[in-house]
């Protein structure tokens, strides 16, 4: 199987934010190792891997471009390139308070005001670089489960791959798996204080565009290269 890859966006490597990211989650997708995790007092070790586990694969990060593999004229490095040419093109984005709150069923970290500078570069992110995307197959589409997704929604997965992307898109870094309430009440209790002195000492910016890869089918995606938007 051929490997897929994802543009994401992460914090810096030893960063305030991704020192929590990756401690929440207990991985560091750039070395790929596991990492001790936060001690909390209102969820145990063993309850906190098991509400990050699903995140923890892919790592600290916002989507940008969601996983895709690549069409049979193009490698890694056209597509390098071309991440770093876009990158050229774009300036950092001031991403503001970020907040925790439930998205559906699961807990992530969203920026606290709506930036259309944020909008417009996940935009390019999804046009620009859809010609290297290798076509959905039908074991792929069926996997989104289309039944679930609106007119829009099925429209966009057929034309880029993923289905909330554009107007739909949504800026999250991801803290959890699907929870039922309660238990998301507590980690959204737990995230609240280190979210809110990061939030004092360090404004999250997002001043990177990352290549992830996942080698193979279900392997933990690995944080390959980080490509500073310099515009």
């Not at 597509?79 to 050229?88: Q, S």
């Not at 907040?99 to 500078?117: C, H, K, R, Y």
């Not at 800026?171 to 798996?177: A, D, E, M, Y």
Request: contains cysteine; aromatic residues 8%; hydrophobic residues 45%.
């Amino acid at each position: 199987m051929k490997p897929r890859y994802a543009v994401y966006f992460a914090p810096e490597q030893g960063s305030p934010w991704w020192e929590f990211g990756s401690r929440w989650l207990g991985r560091d997708e750039c070395e790929d190792v596991n990492k001790v995790q936060h001690a909390l007092a209102e969820i145990g070790p063993v309850e906190l891997r098991e509400i990050t586990a699903q995140p923890r694969r892919y790592g600290f990060h916002a989507t940008l471009k969601a996983p895709f593999s690549l069409s049979g004229s193009h490698n890694a490095a056209d597509l390098t390139a071309r991440l770093r040419a876009l990158a050229a093109t774009r300036k950092p984005v001031l991403l503001g308070p970020m907040q925790v709150v439930m998205l559906g069923d699961f807990v992530a970290l969203v920026p606290a005001l709506g930036s259309g500078e944020l909008m417009a570069l996940a935009a390019a992110c999804v046009t620009t670089l859809d010609d290297l995307r290798r076509p959905l197959s039908e074991a792929d589409l069926a996997r989104r489960r289309v039944e679930q997704l609106d007119a829009r929604e099925q429209e966009l997965l057929q034309q880029y791959g993923y289905p909330y992307v554009l107007e739909r898109f949504r800026f999250h870094l991801t803290l959890s798996g699907p929870l039922a309430r309660p238990t998301a009440q507590r980690v959204l209790q737990a995230v609240a204080a280190p979210v809110a002195q990061l939030n004092a000492t360090a404004p999250l910016v997002l001043d990177r565009l990352c290549l992830f890869v996942e080698p193979a089918p279900g392997q933990p995606f690995q944080r390959m290269a980080d490509v500073a938007l310099s515009a």
